[in-house]
């Protein structure tokens, strides 16, 4: 064995009492706090009120994962329809199965809708939640090292992950160890938010920007980490699906971004409500 590979994990959950408890479902909802802790916080330097936000969260969090479960049953249905397959599993996350394009897609349109009825700026609100959205996709990916599940091409790298041998896809059976996928992921995705905090004062990014931001270095990153997998998954002309999304989003956000600069440049003035609340961002005076 390689001394300093990373081992597997000796269990994917715990009991209490009859109800089995996973550790992938642990991760996701401590990422799921993380997330709506920070962006309460930051909605609330901009002027907003923090039960508003309390109401948006929990909203944005269920139709999130719902988008989410959706998105990962629809591209990967091979894996819960067709012979000797179980459909009741598509309902089953615990277990994993959560696709990030999903729950930001279906959890931006309601992003949207809230926007519109309390009146404010939807690109302001998904600049507040667009740094958590980074550092809760990070302590999700923790998740799938528990689970075993979504690591990359065989290696033998000092930081190699160990994966038992149930854990492992056809053809690659004799083969132990493979790039650690959720860990660059989550270095990626760690490094993303401290990033968009710290560009976001920098370059007085606001009106959307910041989020827009959120999706160029997650797709960038993305790109490559898919690359790098060979989990089972449908693929279309040689390339994984989620590899063609990712490209699709870097551009698209590429372009949006460039149209931002120029359209909305600098902040929004306290977008949620007056007066400025003490210890918030100073804005850029609008161009």
Sequence with gaps: MI??????????????GPVEIRYYAICVLVGIFVAAWLSRR???????????????????????????????????????????????QAFNIRSG????????????????ALARRYRFSFGALADAIAPGLL??????????????????RPTDA????????????????????????????????GLGGFLLLWAE???????????????????FGRFFIEGLRIDPVNYVGGWRLNSYVSLIGFIGAIVLLVWQLRRHPGY????????????GLVPARPR
Aim: charged share 15%; with cysteine; glycine share 14%.
């Design 135 to 152: 550092f809760a996709q990070c302590i999700g990916r923790l998740g799938n090292w528990f689970n075993q599940e979504l690591f990359g």
């Design 42 to 88: 930051r909605f609330v330097q901009r002027g907003g009120d923090a039960d508003r936000f309390d109401t948006i969260a929990l909203i944005m969090v269920v139709v999130g994962i719902i988008g989410a479960r959706l998105y990962h049953v629809i591209t990967d249905y091979q894996l819960y329809f067709g012979p000797g397959r179980n459909p009741w």
């Design 158 to 189: 000092p930081w190699a992950l160990y994966v038992d041998p149930q854990f492992r896809p056809d053809g690659y059976e004799t083969v132990a160890t493979y790039h650690p996928a959720f860990l660059y992921e989550m270095t990626w995705t």
């Design 201 to 219: 004062r920098r370059f007085k990014l606001g009106r959307g920007k910041l989020f827009t931001c959120y999706v160029i270095w997650y797709t």
């Design 97 to 112: 199965g959560l696709g990030i394009w999903g729950g930001v897609m279906l959890g931006g349109l309601a992003a949207w």
């Design 268 to 279: 929004q003035l306290w977008p949620f409500g007056f007066p400025a609340p003490q210890g």
């Design 3 to 16: 001394p300093l590979q990373i081992p597997s994990p000796s269990s994917g959950g715990f009991f209490l």
